[in-house]
């Protein structure tokens, strides 16, 4: 069976940083680009970013461009996203998901994306 789990979200005040991970389970994780998606409060599901299988090439939303951070470990089967100066726009669920990819990939597009984990909760204060 397919998990994806995400843990590190919280409570922080504004410009603070956080580190989410999603440890994935029951699948070929080197054969899968990572993506990491939120949903702010009353507000749909928006792309923040992705990672390539490797971890050669990541892709990110222009509004966190230059403060997030995506990685990968391979070996440990878990993608990470750093987040700097956090603004309380930013409070939502933030979720992970594993796209196949054995040529092209998608980005941003989440329907593209195969598996999806039950997300964390981010509040940023202030």
């Known amino acids: 069976q397919v998990q994806l789990v995400e843990s590190g979200g919280g409570l922080v005040q504004a410009g603070a940083s956080l580190r989410l991970s999603c440890a994935a389970s029951?699948?070929?994780?080197?054969?899968?680009?990572m993506g990491w998606f939120r949903q702010p409060p009353g507000k749909e599901r928006e792309f923040v970013a992705a990672?390539?299988?490797?971890?050669?090439?990541?892709r990110y939303a222009d509004s966190v461009k230059g403060r997030f951070t995506i990685s990968r470990d391979n070996n440990e089967n878990t993608v990470y996203l750093q987040m700097n100066s956090l603004k309380p726009e930013e409070t939502a669920v933030y979720s992970c998901?594993?796209?196949?990819?054995?040529?092209?990939?998608?980005?941003?597009?989440?329907?593209?994306?195969?598996?999806w984990g039950q997300g964390t909760k981010v509040t940023v204060s202030s």
């Open positions: 029951g699948l070929p994780f080197g054969s899968y680009a």
């Open positions: 998901a594993a796209q196949f990819v054995r040529g092209g990939w998608s980005t941003h597009n989440s329907a593209e994306y195969n598996y």
């Open positions: 990672i390539s299988r490797t971890g050669g090439s990541r």
